[in-house]
């Protein structure tokens, strides 16, 4: 899939979500806003590990040339 297809599916599902559980208040739209609530703790976590694997890596790296320096 291209960046344009996950584009316009991430924008239809927040108007589905937002007019199935704001505007008709159905338990699907309810699935729907709970189902996008982990998706982003999913994110929020995954984000933060990569970006912690990344520094930990960088550290290694940083403290390896330094030894060859000497």
Same mark, same amino acid.
């Not at 344009?4 to 979500?17: D, E, Q």
């Given at each position: 899939?291209?960046?344009?297809? &996950? *584009? &316009?599916? @991430? &924008?239809?599902? @927040? @108007? =589905?979500? *937002? #007019?199935? /559980?704001? =505007? *008709?208040?159905t338990a699907v739209g309810g699935f729907l806003m709970t189902l996008s609530f982990s998706a982003f703790v999913v994110l929020i976590t995954g984000a933060v %590990? %990569? &970006?912690s694997k990344f520094y930990i890596n960088q550290i290694h790296y940083n403290q390896k040339n330094r030894? /060859? #320096?000497k």
């Open positions: 899939m291209n960046k344009k297809t &996950i *584009l &316009i599916s @991430a &924008i239809i599902f @927040a @108007a =589905v979500t *937002l #007019i199935l /559980n704001n =505007v *008709l208040q %590990y %990569y &970006i030894e /060859n #320096i």
